[in-house]
């Protein structure tokens, strides 16, 4: 059909990434090609930030911190983010608007998100969005800088393909079981 149709049916997520990953210049292509999404106003409600070597770090301590945990338990929280090169948070920024509610801004900041990660995809790159139940924490908050107007929808985790690593095919689909037409 399409070329955005094949790379759309290519992705898969990549849970195990190498250590190699793009340029802040590389990633920086591909952001201002995902903000092209549907923007209502115009506003660009979303931001991405990349986080690399000691951000990394930094952002498993914030998890431990949200966490809670103590011991093992907060190490192993806190190694979640080296389990990729590179992270790009993606944050929605919604500020209040008479005609674009926060819902709608979020929305968009999700598509930038996903746009991102087919887009990533598409490069080369293997690609795993991830959240948890600490996303929202204010350690985590902190650690990234966010404005008291702005929330982590989550983290790319971009890194090299393995060709050992490749993930398997997706089950298939059942858009059919969740798709209507009214007339």
Not at 8 to 27: C, F, G, H, M, N
Not at 87 to 115: R, T, Y
Request: hydrophobic share 50%; aromatic share 6%.
């Amino acid at each position: 059909m399409g070329a955005t149709r094949d790379a759309v049916l290519a992705r898969r997520s990549w849970p195990k990434v190498t250590d190699a990953a793009p340029t802040d210049t590389e990633l920086l292509e591909l952001v201002e090609a995902a903000a092209t999404v549907p923007d209502h106003a115009a506003l660009a409600p979303w931001r991405v930030i990349a986080l690399r070597g000691d951000a990394r770090l930094r952002l498993g301590r914030a998890l431990a911190e949200a966490s809670g945990f103590e011991g093992a338990a907060a190490d192993k929280l806190a190694a979640k983010p080296l389990r990729a090169p590179l992270l790009v948070a993606i944050v929605a920024a919604v500020h209040a608007h008479p005609k674009v509610p926060a819902w709608e801004q979020e929305a968009c900041a999700a598509g930038v998100g996903h746009a991102l990660a087919l887009l990533l995809d598409d490069a080369g790159w293997g690609v795993m969005w991830r959240t948890g139940p600490f996303t929202r924490h204010p350690a985590v908050a902190r650690m990234h800088g966010l404005a008291e107007c702005e929330h982590l929808l989550g983290w790319l985790y971009v890194g090299g393909r393995s060709a050992a690593d490749r993930p398997q095919r997706r089950t298939a689909s059942r858009a059919a079981d969740r798709f209507r037409a009214l007339d």
